[in-house]
C-alpha cells in the first residue's frame, strides 16, 4: 500500500473522532500525527513536516478553512483534506476554493477517506519519482561536468570555477591559500612498462589515498593525465605546507609500492602561496608549475616553494649557462656570454616575464598564454609595458643572454629595437 509511505496529520477537536480515526489509519500510515486544536496543529505542521493534512472546519483557536489557508500559502501543493458535519453547499464551496484535495462529510465514510488518501498516496508517489529522477539527472550532469571520470576527484572546471572565488571573495590579508602541484613522474614509465590499464588503475589508488590525507579546508582536482592540482586554506605557516607535502611524497611513494611496481621514483610538487607569492590566479599557477619543475630537476624532498626574489646565473663547466631561481624553475639553454656578475637581482615582473619566456622555449606555450600569465591584472598599456621591461632586462643582463632569450622564447617585434 503506498500510503504506508506516507504521514498524517490529523486535526479534530472530538476526542472520540480522535480516535476512531486513529484505529482506522494508524496501521496504514508511516506517521500518524494529532492534534486538538488550529494552533497545536499548525504548530505540528511546521514541526513534523506531514505529508497529507486532514482537518474538521469547527476546531478552536484557529478553524480548519483559516488553518488550511495557511498550510496552502506555505505549501500551494500539500494535500489538506476538509472534513465537516455541515456539508451544505457554501462549506463545500469554501473547501474547494482553498485548493483542498478533498471534502469528507461527517460521519466518516472510511471507504472514501481511503479512496482519497490512496489518490493523493498514489500522486506523492509519481511526484516523488518524478522528483527521484530529476534529482539523480542533476547528480549524472554535475558528475559529468564538475568530476573526472577516471579518478572520481574534481576535474579542471570545477577546480577553476572554486579557485576564481577564492581569489576574488576575500579582501581579507590574513586569507591564507596554498596551491599544490603535483606530479606523477613514474605515470609516463608505468604505462610504457606495464601498460595503461595499470597506470588508470594507479591513478585511482593515487586519488583515494591522497584524499584519506587531505585536511578539511582542501580541493583536490586532476588537471591533466599525470598531474593533480591541490588548494589549501587556512594553515597556519609554511611549516604545515612542509608537513602535507612530506605526507603527499609518502603518500604517493607508498601507493606506488602497494601496486608492486618497480619504479623508483614518486612524484615532483611546486607550491605557492596567496597572497605571498601573488594575488593573481593565474601567476600562482604559473609559478607553483615552475616550481615543480625545479622540484623534479633540483630537489632531493620532491617539493620546492615559488620565490620570486632574484635570478641567480652560473657558468657550467661546459660552458652552458645554468638559469636558477632558487624556487621558480631551473633551465639549460645554449652557450652564452656572461659578464662578471655572478647574481643578478630582479622584480618580481621582471622575473615573471623571463620565466615566462623560457616556457615559451621550452614547453611551446603561446603568445596568448604569455600575454594572459603576465599582463592579467595590468591595467597598464601591455605593449607598452614590455617594451619598458625589454629595456630594463637589456640593461641588467648581457646583451647577447637577453637577445638569444629574445629570439628563441618570444619570436614576436620587442626582439628588434624598442
Known amino acids: 500500500m503506498l ?16 480516535e476512531q480515526i486513529k484505529m482506522i489509519l494508524e496501521d496504514d500510515v508511516k506517521e500518524f500525527y494529532q492534534a486538538y486544536d488550529g494552533e497545536e496543529g499548525l504548530r ?17 483557536f484557529i478553524n480548519g478553512l483559516e488553518l488550511a489557508a495557511k498550510i496552502k500559502k506555505d505549501e500551494s501543493l500539500k494535500p489538506v483534506i476538509i472534513m465537516s458535519a455541515h456539508d451544505d453547499r457554501n462549506t463545500i464551496l469554501d473547501s474547494v476554493n482553498l485548493g483542498s484535495n478533498g471534502f469528507i462529510a461527517k460521519p466518516v465514510d472510511v471507504d472514501l477517506l481511503y479512496e482519497r488518501l490512496n489518490a493523493i498516496a498514489s500522486t506523492l508517489h509519481q511526484e516523488s519519482l518524478k522528483k ?16 573526472d571520470p577516471l579518478t572520481q576527484v574534481k576535474n579542471m572546471l570545477y577546480f577553476d570555477k572554486e579557485f576564481t ?31 595503461y590499464k595499470t597506470g588508470d588503475s594507479l591513478l585511482q589508488s593515487l586519488a583515494k589515498n591522497i584524499l584519506k590525507i587531505l585536511p578539511a579546508n582542501s580541493l583536490l582536482a586532476r588537471k591533466n593525465e599525470d598531474e593533480f592540482l591541490l588548494l589549501y586554506q587556512e594553515y597556519l605557516d609554511e611549516n604545515d605546507l612542509e608537513k602535507l607535502a612530506n605526507l603527499l611524497v609518502k603518500t604517493i611513494s607508498q601507493t606506488i609500492q602497494d601496486e608492486e611496481l618497480n619504479i623508483k621514483d614518486s612524484c615532483s610538487i611546486g607550491i605557492s602561496q596567496y597572497p605571498e607569492d601573488s594575488k593573481n590566479k593565474n601567476e600562482l599557477l604559473f609559478l607553483a608549475k615552475n616550481a615543480m619543475y625545479n622540484a623534479k630537476k633540483a630537489s632531493q624532498k620532491h617539493y620546492f616553494f615559488a620565490s620570486n626574489n632574484k635570478l641567480v646565473l652560473q657558468q657550467s663547466q661546459d660552458n652552458d649557462l645554468i638559469i636558477i631561481a632558487p624556487d621558480l624553475f631551473w633551465h639549460k639553454t645554449y652557450q652564452q656570454l656572461l659578464t662578471n656578475k655572478s647574481e643578478i637581482t630582479l622584480t618580481k615582473k621582471e622575473l615573471l616575464f623571463l620565466s615566462l619566456l623560457f ?18 591584472d595590468s591595467h597598464l598599456d601591455k605593449k607598452e609595458n614590455i617594451k619598458t621591461l625589454v629595456k630594463t632586462l637589456r640593461k641588467k643582463l648581457p646583451y647577447n643572454f637577453i637577445s638569444n632569450i629574445f629570439s628563441i622564447g618570444y619570436k614576436i617585434q620587442f626582439h628588434s629595437k624598442v
Request: proline share 2%.
Open 3 to 18: 500510503l504506508k509511505n506516507f504521514s498524517i496529520l490529523f486535526i479534530e477537536d472530538n476526542k472520540t473522532t480522535q
Open 44 to 60: 505540528l505542521y511546521y514541526e513534523k513536516k506531514p505529508d497529507i493534512v486532514i482537518t474538521d472546519i469547527n476546531i478552536p
Open 132 to 147: 527521484h529522477s530529476t534529482e539523480t539527472k542533476m547528480q549524472e550532469l554535475y558528475q559529468l561536468a564538475y568530476v
Open 165 to 195: 572565488q577564492l581569489i576574488q571573495k576575500t579582501d581579507d590579508e590574513s586569507f591564507k591559500l596554498a596551491l599544490f602541484f603535483i606530479n606523477i613522474d613514474t605515470l609516463t614509465a608505468i604505462n610504457e612498462d606495464y601498460g
Open 359 to 376: 616556457s615559451k622555449a621550452n614547453y611551446q606555450a603561446t603568445h596568448e598564454e604569455i600575454t594572459l600569465h603576465l599582463w592579467n
